[in-house]
């Protein structure tokens, strides 16, 4: 009798690691392959990607554009406050930001330039290897007609470049969704496994 009872025990200790592993993996499987898109879930998202970026970007006293535009969307942004402005983005200035990166009205390199030669940033007078041809070349960009011809003529002459990045860009993504996939299979054998172990437990029970 006792030997029973410590065989019913241990499956249903077993049970409950099992449904707090489904619970994690539930949650990161909705982190992947879903998004809000109300305010409040946004900006908590915006704070823990800043959580991850504090561990990932180098505060230095001079960089390559490259340092920055390695990051995409809301990191990029927070890279580029921390290391042009030497603080985290404000919400304000975060949302605005990732509303022109996302909506393609500004490229990173454009919003580099802006940030940089912004009144604050010249204050911190941050050294960028190169990003001064980018900021007369979005200033370049905004006269009217001129701007859409020098855009065209820039295009053309990086277009291997903008290849290369697109094909990047589809490659990650596929890696995500493929991981997304893989979540899901661990999920559903993790939810038989504790269909099985509920089914021992209702024998010894």
């Known amino acids: 009798?006792?030997?029973?009872?410590?065989?019913?025990?241990s499956v249903k200790s077993i049970m409950e690691k099992i449904r707090k592993e489904v619970i994690v993996r539930r949650a990161?499987?909705?982190s992947i392959v879903t998004s809000s898109h109300n305010r409040e879930s946004e900006s908590t998202a915006i704070k823990s990607l800043h959580i991850i970026?504090?561990?990932?970007f180098a505060i230095k006293e001079?960089?390559?554009l490259a340092d920055f535009c390695q990051y995409n969307d809301v990191e990029f942004i927070d890279s580029v406050f921390k290391g042009l402005l030497k603080r985290a983005p404000?919400?304000?200035?975060?949302?605005s930001r990732l509303l022109q990166l996302r909506s393609g009205k500004l490229s990173k390199?454009?919003?580099l330039a802006m940030v940089r030669f912004s009144k604050e940033g010249r204050r911190k007078s941050v050294k960028v290897a190169g990003i001064r041809f980018r900021y007369c070349q979005a200033i370049a960009y905004r006269v009217p007609v001129l701007g859409n011809v020098v855009k065209f003529m820039y295009v053309l002459l990086t277009l291997p470049k903008l290849l290369t990045r697109l094909n990047e860009s589809e490659n990650h993504f596929s890696a995500q969704i493929k991981m997304g996939e893989n979540n899901d299979l661990l999920l559903q054998g993790l939810i038989h496994q504790?269909?099985?172990l509920a089914a021992l437990d209702?024998?010894?029970d």
């Open 1 to 9: 009798m006792s030997e029973l009872n410590g065989s019913a025990l």
């Open 28 to 30: 990161e499987n909705a």
């Open 109 to 111: 390199s454009e919003i």
């Open 194 to 196: 504790k269909a099985d």
């Open 62 to 64: 001079q960089y390559d």
């Open 202 to 204: 209702s024998k010894a």
């Open 53 to 56: 970026s504090e561990n990932q």
């Open 90 to 95: 404000d919400e304000c200035g975060m949302q």
